[in-house]
């Protein structure tokens, strides 16, 4: 089937959508590249887009609490809709639940284990556990994944709204070594926080009627360790900006994804 014809795209999101680290920057305030699925996706419909995503966001920060960055701060990124867009992508959640966060500080926590100077600080960053949401946890970051969904349909009345959920990053045949720097346990730890994203996604989209594009389902084969990871992993402090982060190849799959899913569903 033909993609329907879009004229207005506007997404909204954090750093999975923003495209962290992948250049060139479109805004580098914000961490948000000119080579993100949103902006690939509004060349592929030949659309303009608004993109409001800022890396770091969460979904209350999307919907009513200011962001706050390193020499910039970013309205709510609602305030920014505008009521002509006919497609808005949502992708965010996952730092509610402390996800990117969580990969970033025990990788960088393994890679510093391994230098015998930083030893003593990869030791205190390994600290405690990785978390481990409750359906309490989950069940409030999809509230609020449902809430900017109507909150969209209330600013945009004719936008179609897309729940785009996270591509996977770790997956079952993910080892640690080069890239992947954690130990057996941190790693299955942090793959179930990852499954926990995914199913806040699920439910939201249950709760609001939403579309649900499965970026995670789409990128399952190409997990880090696989022949074409999607995905950045982190074998040096200087890549920290994209660590555990979709890189240009898995926003292209992404917007793939969105582009047969509007196609199979128009």
Known sequence: MSTPSYGHVASLGDSFAAGAGIQPMADRGARRSARNYPHLLAERLGARLTDLTVSGATTDTIIDIPQGLPGRKFPPQLQGLLADADLVTITAGGNDLRYAGSMIRFGVAGLLSGRPLARPLGALLSRGVVPSPSAADVAAAAANLARIVTAVRAKAPGARVLLVDYVTV????????????????????????????????????????????????????????????????????RALDSAFHPNAEGMRGVTDAIIDYLGGAA
Not at 205 to 214: E, H, I, N, R
């Open 170 to 237: 770790l997956g079952p045949g993910t080892r640690p070594g080069p890239g992947v720097p954690f130990d057996g346990v941190t790693l299955d730890a942090l793959r179930r926080l990852g499954e926990r994203v995914t199913e806040l996604f699920a439910v939201a989209a249950d709760q609001s009627g939403a579309d649900l594009v499965l970026a995670s389902e789409r990128s399952r084969e190409h997990v880090l360790g696989s022949a074409q990871p999607w995905v950045t992993g982190l074998a040096s402090l």
